[in-house]
T-cell receptor, first 116, second 111 residues
Framework: EAQVTQNPRYLITVTGKKLTVTCSQN?????MSWYRQDPGLGLRQIYY???????DKGDVPEGYKVSRKEKRNFPLILESPSPNQTSLYFC???????????????FGQGTRLTVV | QQQVKQSPQSLIVQKGGIPIINCAYE??????FPWYQQFPGKGPALLIA?????SEKKEGRFTISFNKSAKQFSLHIMDSQPGDSATYFC??????????FGTGTSLTVIP
């Protein structure tokens, strides 16, 4: 089954304690991205990756890091989490249409992060 | 600043009605406009998408209308059903593969 898998689904942590949210896809997609979803704000793109070792900032990258060492994995790293990073996070992946355009077709189930 | 403005925030219709959700944008560099459906506890699911050289696209009961000159696009759900009750998001892609989403519309279809 084609899927994007995020772990963990739920996480409560304390301010300043480094954490990693993993994301893995089994569709051999080149494009992967991370979003945060907040009430009233919709989804906002944090980072995206067009290929292994290629990452770019989205709309709200501050306080986050990503890496893309393998095609299937795209972990999101919060090196020093703060309460304003409490949110619902989604990983997404897609293949490219013509001219290397992503279609953002598949989303994971989400990770609910609470930073206290 | 919200790059894609979505309205209404919430919508209630009777079964069989045609809910319409509207989105507007300013950035002419956007070249792809998808819509997503999200159920509670789930990730968004791609529903239908359109490119700006097309004025309308239909897939089953879902239709996107696109007005390039007005920089507006909308989702119509024909013969709506209680199972369509969900949150709907419009989005826009910039040429560099950066995506911007609307703030979402919570749709309730009453039996």
């Amino acid at each position: 089954e084609a899927q994007v898998t995020q772990n963990p689904r739920y996480l409560i942590t304390v301010t300043g304690k480094k954490l990693t949210v993993t994301c893995s896809q089994n569709m051999n997609h080149e494009y992967m991205s991370w979003y945060r979803q907040d009430p009233g704000l919709g989804l906002r793109q944090i980072y995206y990756s067009m290929n292994v070792e290629v990452t770019d900032k989205g709309d709200v990258p501050e306080g986050y890091k990503v890496s893309r060492k393998e095609k299937r994995n795209f972990p999101l790293i919060l090196e020093s989490p703060s309460p304003n990073q409490t949110s619902l996070y989604f990983c997404a992946s897609s293949s490219f249409s013509g001219s290397r355009r992503a279609t953002e077709a598949f989303f994971g189930q989400g990770t609910r992060l609470t930073v206290v | 600043q919200q790059q894609v403005k979505q309205s209404p925030q919430s919508l209630i219709v009777q079964k069989g009605g045609i809910p319409i959700i509207n989105c507007a944008y300013e950035n002419t560099a956007f070249d792809y406009f998808p819509w997503y459906q999200q159920f509670p506890g789930k990730g968004p699911a791609l529903l239908i998408a359109i490119r700006p050289d097309v004025s309308e696209k239909k897939e089953g009961r879902f239709t996107i209308s696109f007005n390039k000159s007005a920089k507006q696009f909308s989702l119509h759900i024909m013969d709506s059903q209680p199972g369509d009750s969900a949150t709907y998001f419009c989005a826009a892609r910039r040429a560099g593969n950066q995506f911007y989403f609307g703030t979402g519309t919570s749709l309730t279809v009453i039996p």
